[in-house]
């Protein structure tokens, strides 16, 4: 990582979509989908949870509806104070850095980190807190962006992500999109090495071959929702995002059966 790359402490002020309550609600049930599958159950009564990059609260507050205990965590402060002015009477906001997570170890039974390990300035700290405060039968959700997908989604320009960062800085720039490209993608096997030591479950095509079942309908545009599995597995290397569910033990998916059954993950 540069050693000048900054936290981004105020995201939310920088990308408008924080704020998109549709969007980011939609991307809620995709989670809260995937983890209804996972765990075997309709809901998250009993279970503490932990929405790791909260930013604005939408997808915190939609883990609360469905019985969580919720506690919404980041370091963007301008996102956090809208989040507890419209959430906070149900759900708690703190302003943590994920790298010191201040939560005891093996205390949180389920944790969102979702689309958020890019914008960090050490991704392999903070999953080593998500390892660290994740209970003993605990699962956490990690949507995972794949350095390899073809188009950006912050900045929406072809193959930026596969640059070095000097030529995405050009890049950036004659593009007209700013001075220096901040984002950080890995490869898949990047992702695998960022999340050794936890047993992990790929749900990406489980996804992918049922959208209206998991909500997914931002991942696939509707003409290909009834798409054969084959298709999916055809364009794997780019596809944009990895949905992997991560444990501490042998727990296995508890929901029934699905058009593509989640797979492990071999590290």
């Known amino acids: 990582m540069p050693a000048d790359r900054e936290k981004q402490l105020a995201y939310s002020d920088l990308q408008p979509k924080m704020h998109a309550e549709a969007g980011r609600r939609t991307k809620a049930q995709k989670i809260i989908r995937v983890l209804q599958h996972y765990l075997g159950r309709a809901d998250l009564f009993g279970l503490t949870v932990l929405d790791l990059g909260c930013s604005t609260g939408f997808i915190s507050d939609e883990l609360a509806a469905v019985g969580g205990h919720v506690v919404g965590v980041d370091i963007d402060e ?150 054969p599995p084959l298709l999916w597995k055809a364009v794997a290397p780019v596809i944009p995002t990895f949905i992997w569910l991560g444990t501490k033990g042998g727990i296995q998916p508890a929901g029934g059966p699905t058009r593509y059954p989640p797979t492990r993950v071999r590290l």
């Not at 950006?152 to 890049?171: F, I, T």
């Not at 050794?196 to 992918?208: E, P, R």
């Open 78 to 227: 301008s996102g956090l104070s809208a989040a507890s002015t419209r959430f906070g009477g149900t759900i708690s906001f703190l302003c943590a850095d994920g790298s010191a997570l201040p939560f005891p170890d093996g205390s949180v039974d389920v944790i969102v980190f979702n689309q958020i390990y890019e914008h960090v300035v050490d991704p392999d700290a903070v999953m080593g807190e998500i390892r660290r405060v994740l209970a003993p039968a605990g699962v956490v959700y990690l949507g995972l962006g794949n350095r390899l997908q073809v188009i950006e989604p912050h900045h929406k320009l072809p193959l930026l992500s596969w640059l070095p960062a000097g030529l995405a800085d050009r890049y950036m720039k004659a593009a007209g999109k700013g001075e220096r490209y901040y984002e950080r993608f890995r490869t898949k096997p990047g992702l695998r090495k960022l999340c050794a030591g936890l047993n992990l479950w790929d749900y990406t095509y489980t996804v992918l071959c049922q959208p209206e079942r998991f909500a997914a309908d931002d991942m696939v545009p509707s003409r290909l929702s009834d798409a």
